[in-house]
């Protein structure tokens, strides 16, 4: 399958600062790309949905203006959690997928703790 | 709305035994894809198979089987001979026309344990 790569795949910050986690295709161009959340035991939650060179979609209840999302090439798209506060501490896993293909291949996931 | 229903939150099994790991969906789509996907604790999730809703037939990988069964709405995913290296989330998903296949839905997930 295609490769999708996701750094870092740790982060530890403070409250209130800001943290970008990148997602990049490898070996594809990603027209779309999409950015989950998982908390402990639970299923990956859809952030929002970017395509290249346009606004991403947010999904209810995620704040654009405290996780903003970029998706300026074909080949990376990147999470900014901003202000971050230990309640955004969680797993994110982004995933990316070609034009006129079904399967979104995943990055490796980013473990953000926010102290 | 899609909804994907993963009934089973944990399974263990002995190793070589066989195991199927069950998945329910609903979605108002008459054409959508399912999906499943494992998740290691390494936590990355690895693509295992893509069966679109049009395509009922089961299909085989190895030791992989997958059962799709219209009628009633589910998309068993079947380890034979499980290995310790099976142990991993298992994620079954859904993705439907009407969100242009956009939105994935995902489910709880199975955490299966393989006992050597």
């Known amino acids: 399958g295609a490769v999708v790569s996701q750094h870092p795949s740790r982060v530890i910050c403070k409250s209130g600062t800001s943290v970008k986690i990148e997602c990049r295709s490898l070996d594809f161009q990603a027209t779309t790309m999409f950015w989950y959340r998982q908390f402990p035991k639970q299923s990956l939650m859809l952030m929002a949905t970017s395509n290249e060179g346009s606004k991403a979609t947010y999904e209810q209840g995620v704040e654009k203006d405290k996780f903003l999302i970029n998706h300026a090439s074909l080949t990376l798209s990147t999470l900014t959690v901003t202000s971050a506060h230990p309640e955004d501490s969680s797993f994110y896993i982004c995933s990316a997928r070609g034009r006129g293909v079904m399967e979104a291949f995943f990055g490796q996931g980013t473990r953000l703790t926010v102290v | 709305a899609q909804k994907v229903t993963q009934a089973q939150t944990e399974i263990s099994v002995v190793e070589k035994e066989d195991v199927t790991l069950d998945c329910v969906y609903e979605t108002r789509d008459t054409t959508y894809y399912l999906f499943w996907y494992k998740q290691p604790p390494s936590g990355e999730l690895v693509f295992l198979i893509r069966r679109n809703s049009f395509d009922e037939q089961n299909e085989i990988s190895g030791r992989y089987s997958w059962n799709f069964q219209k009628s009633t709405s589910s998309f068993n995913f079947t380890i034979t001979a499980s290995q310790v290296v099976d142990s991993a989330v298992y994620f079954c998903?859904?993705?439907?026309?009407?969100?242009?296949?956009?939105?994935?839905?995902f489910g709880t997930g199975t955490k299966l344990q393989v006992i050597p």
């Open positions: 998903a859904l993705s439907g026309l009407s969100g242009g296949y956009q939105k994935v839905t």
